[in-house]
């Protein structure tokens, strides 16, 4: 805790202390971990038009359950996620970001980014709370799918439903295009120690960051269109969660090549998240 407590200074302002970098790089670690068996079981669905399990949180945790170690390894998964909601958290509550960004706000971070990193937090938080209870075998690690559709059938159930459901699903669309076009912009480089790379690692992790972006995007965006129909329908049928969304590729024109090339984005964002335990500027 002292050597917590020496990373806040008197102004709010959080510094990049060994405490809160190594809490950084090993939820980055662990959320690596997830999307490579995501993009692992989504590429087997592409391929064989089933694939050995969900192609989503629950699945993965299935899939790292099964392996020798396995429960051994979800309990580090549970510590990492812990890490990664401890470092966002403290990312929202201070002046001054530890987050990589440059400063052009006078080194005050914006209230806006400040809230981001807090909802972050909350998101992290309930992942670490869904994998500590599919761990101790308590359940959590809930189907996407199934969530989806629960979560979508309650909320228009309330007064107003139809509008919640619709602005959550538009709000999703809203950050999947928005993380699809910082892809193209490469603004995460902003924040990797790029000069510390070489000029061909630099070019690697571009491409995976690009890649693995994209595909990241395109899902949550697609996440948000399911929403959406499923609120101008009126039919919580219609919602649907990462493994329905990602099926729903397949069905596509291009058939099972885009789910493929998707699949494939998915399990380098996985890389990509390796790649910023190692070189985020935190």
Avoid at 22 to 34: C, K, L, N
Avoid at 148 to 177: E, I, N, Q, Y
Avoid at 196 to 205: D, L
Avoid at 238 to 257: E, K, Y
């Amino acid at each position: 805790m002292v050597a917590t407590a020496r990373e806040f200074r008197s102004s709010g302002e959080v510094s990049a202390g060994p405490f809160l970098r190594a809490a950084g790089r090993a939820g980055f670690t662990a959320r690596g971990v997830v999307y490579v068996v995501i993009g692992y079981l989504a590429l087997r669905i592409a391929l064989d038009g089933r694939g050995p399990d969900e192609a989503d949180r629950e699945g993965a945790l299935r899939q790292i359950a099964a392996r020798p170690g396995g429960t051994l390894l979800l309990w580090l998964l549970v510590l990492g996620f812990a890490c990664m909601t401890l470092w966002r958290a403290a990312a929202a509550i201070s002046h001054g970001g530890h987050d990589g960004h440059d400063g052009h706000d006078g080194g005050r971070r914006k209230p806006g980014k400040r809230l981001l990193d807090a909802g972050r937090a909350v998101f992290y938080a309930s992942v670490c709370w869904g994998t500590a209870a599919f761990a101790s075998g308590a359940g959590g690690g809930s189907n996407s799918d199934r969530a989806s559709k629960d979560w979508t059938a309650d909320a228009l159930a309330l007064p107003g439903g139809r509008l919640l459901v619709g602005a959550a699903g538009l709000a999703l669309v809203g950050v999947g295009v928005g993380i699809a076009v910082r892809a193209a912009l490469r603004t995460f480089l902003r924040r990797l120690d790029t000069a510390s790379m070489g000029r061909r690692t630099r070019t690697a992790v571009t491409a995976i960051g690009v890649a693995g972006n994209a595909a990241r995007g395109t899902v949550f965006a697609g996440v948000g269109l399911f929403a959406t129909t499923a609120a101008a329908r009126f039919d919580p049928g219609r919602a649907r969660g990462i493994d329905d969304t990602l099926r729903s590729f397949a069905d596509a024109p291009a058939g099972p090549w885009l789910l493929a090339v998707v699949a494939v984005g998915l399990l380098l964002f996985g890389v990509f998240s390796f790649v910023s335990a190692r070189r985020r500027r935190f």
